[in-house]
């Protein structure tokens, strides 16, 4: 089992930045590759960003973030990060990071959820 808990949420202007923070416990963090997601209200969760099981690893990121979010990870920390600059009122929605096997944008490929933490971005 891996146990995963985000934080850095809140709520930030148009073109505010913000770091959303993944704390892994449980068995081997580096052995998981990590995403993250979002979910906004009425909507699907979608991809946001993942990366390989190596610190400094692959990287993938959808379309609209790309420029924007950078996903990184500590493996000492077992800690994955999501830091979004430039953020705008589309960019709201619960945020969730996960942990799998690959890194993957399909949702079904990861087998550990966090609990979410909201981000609100304000026009």
């Known amino acids: 089992q891996v146990q995963l808990v985000e934080s850095g949420g809140g709520l930030v202007q148009a073109g505010g930045s913000l770091r959303l923070s993944c704390a892994a416990s449980g068995r081997t963090f580096s052995n998981y590759a990590m995403g993250w997601f979002r979910q906004a209200p009425g909507k699907e969760r979608e991809f946001v960003a993942a990366?390989?099981?190596?610190?400094?690893?692959?990287?993938y990121y959808a379309d609209s973030v790309k420029g924007r979010f950078a996903i990184s990870r500590d493996n000492a920390k077992k800690t994955v990060y999501l830091q979004m600059n430039s953020l705008k009122p589309e960019d709201t929605a619960v945020y969730y990071c996960?942990?799998?096997?690959?890194?993957?944008?399909?949702?079904?490929?990861?087998?550990?959820w966090g609990q979410g933490t909201q981000v609100t971005v304000s026009s």
């Open positions: 990366i390989s099981w190596r610190s400094g690893g692959s990287t």
């Open positions: 996960a942990a799998g096997g690959i890194a993957t944008t399909g949702i079904g490929s990861y087998d550990y």
